[in-house]
């Protein structure tokens, strides 16, 4: 018992407050840190909040691949109240409202925040076809356009098409509605045709008029024959060097196993001299 170390009431004492002092200061290292934490998430929020992350005003919207649409009716398409903070913008949401115009093929929408700004990349429709009136005034003449896939555009595309050299050569006249789902293989036939094609007239739902390099072509209204129209006109190709175009009238191919040339009826003779 002798060597048993003497229980000191005072070192008790000292481990008591070493013991509060260490839990003193962790729960001081605890509060400094909620605190730092709590600071800097209201200084991200305080930051983000500012004016220098708003879209403010509409040419902090850049407009990207657009050839024939201005970039001002892409920008009047956008949902977007000014000013808007940039991270409450949903890019889904102004790529579907700018997916609506007719001339967009695709939209892309992405924000940018340094500097803040929105960007709208378009890629449009190209027209390949002209719709028109062949029977209305000069200025209501030009209906409206055609992309490959039977979209049909508006008519007030056609100045800057001219401007940028993309206004097609195509006609087509007598359009209606219903030939939209057949027209993307029907375009795609003649688009790969030899003999160059400028009209389609469909005015006659029962007989199809090409206007051509070799000149106007019948072809009926029997549509599962194109390929094979296309293909006998090809082979005609070498026409105009053994009848001068101005002689032919039309070409018929509304059976291309028998096809027909018709011809102009030759100019009367002279009537010769009066006999006395």
């Known amino acids: 018992m002798d060597n048993w170390p003497a229980q000191n009431p005072e070192v008790y004492r000292q481990r008591r ?145 001219r401007q940028l050299g993309r206004f097609p050569g195509l006609e087509v006249v007598g359009w209606r509605p219903a030939l939209t789902q057949e027209w993307p293989k029907l375009y795609a036939l003649l688009a790969a045709s030899p003999v160059r094609i400028t009209r389609l007239d469909w005015q006659n739902a029962g007989n199809l008029i090409l206007t051509t390099d070799l000149g106007q072509v019948y072809l009926g209204s029997d549509a599962s024959r194109l390929p094979t129209q296309l293909t006998v006109l090809d082979q005609m190709r070498q026409l105009p060097e053994k009848l001068p175009r101005q002689g032919l009238v039309y070409i018929d191919l509304r059976n291309p196993d028998d096809p027909l040339v018709q011809l102009k009826p030759p100019p009367p003779k002279p009537a010769g001299p009066a006999a006395r």
């Open 17 to 161: 407050r070493e013991r509060r002092r260490q839990q003193r200061l962790a729960f001081l290292r605890e509060l400094w840190r909620t605190l730092a934490v709590l600071g800097l998430l209201g200084g991200l929020a305080w930051t983000v909040r500012q004016p220098l992350w708003a879209i403010r005003q509409p040419d902090q919207v850049v407009v990207r691949g657009n050839l024939a649409l201005p970039a001002e009716k892409v920008r009047a398409k956008l949902p977007i109240t000014y000013p808007q903070l940039v991270w409450a913008i949903n890019p889904q949401t102004l790529a579907v409202a700018v997916a609506q115009e007719p001339l967009v093929n695709q939209v892309k929408v992405s924000r940018r925040f340094f500097p803040p700004r929105i960007e709208v990349w378009v890629e449009e429709r190209q027209p390949v076809a002209v719709l028109l009136c062949v029977t209305c005034s000069p200025a209501r003449r030009l209906q409206g356009l055609l992309d490959a896939d039977g979209h049909q555009l508006s008519p007030a595309y056609g100045p800057r098409l």
